[in-house]
């Protein structure tokens, strides 16, 4: 098993404060200042009340717990094929939102529902001057 070789991601005007966050090694996360929704996924509008001017970007915690999870033993996709097998997981933030992420650095069987996890963060090599990295998570 070696580490996936995640796709270079694309930062549009909703997902930029994600990516750059991640790129500093922290997990950036909405809130809306109407409702107090915190989401994830970025978006450019409150995924509860629709207010897309009253969002505001800040750094989680970066601590969670395995909501579930699916050890992947097959995939064919260039940089996946080659990491299996891994364990796919979503992965509840102490913040509210669900993350889909990769839990790392463990053996798929140690993984469990419930189990405590904090984020983590594989950096990558990028020619276009973006300082970006994928997050995934380690068992605590």
Same mark, same amino acid.
């Given at each position: 098993?070696?580490? #996936?070789? %995640?796709?270079?991601?694309?930062?549009?005007?909703?997902?930029?404060?994600?990516?750059?966050?991640?790129?500093?090694?922290?997990? /950036?996360?909405?809130?809306?200042?109407? &409702?107090?929704?915190?989401? %994830?996924?970025? +978006?450019?509008?409150?995924? %509860?009340?629709?207010?897309?001017?009253?969002?505001?970007? !800040?750094?989680?915690?970066?601590?969670?717990?395995?909501?579930?999870?699916?050890?992947?033993?097959?995939?064919?996709?260039?940089? !996946?094929?080659?990491? &299996? $097998?891994?364990?796919?997981?979503?992965?509840?933030?102490?913040?509210?939102?669900? #993350?889909?992420? /990769? #839990?790392?650095?463990?053996?798929?069987?140690? @993984?469990?529902?419930?189990?405590?996890?904090?984020?983590? !963060?594989?950096?990558?090599?990028?020619?276009?001057?973006?300082?970006?990295? @994928? $997050? @995934?998570? +380690?068992?605590?």
């Amino acid at each position: 098993m070696s580490e #996936i070789k %995640h796709p270079l991601p694309y930062a549009s005007w909703e997902s930029r404060g994600f990516w750059e966050g991640a790129g500093r090694g922290d997990l /950036v996360l909405q809130q809306c200042r109407k &409702c107090g929704l915190v989401q %994830h996924r970025p +978006r450019g509008l409150c995924a %509860h009340c629709l207010e897309s001017d009253n969002l505001q970007h !800040f750094v989680a915690s970066g601590k969670g717990e395995v909501y579930t999870f699916t050890v992947t033993e097959q995939n064919q996709a260039k940089g !996946f094929a080659e990491a &299996c $097998p891994y364990v796919m997981a979503y992965v509840t933030l102490e913040e509210g939102p669900r #993350i889909l992420t /990769v #839990i790392t650095d463990c053996a798929p069987d140690e @993984v469990s529902v419930g189990a405590p996890v904090s984020a983590s !963060f594989v950096a990558q090599d990028r020619d276009d001057g973006e300082r970006f990295a @994928v $997050p @995934v998570f +380690r068992l605590d």
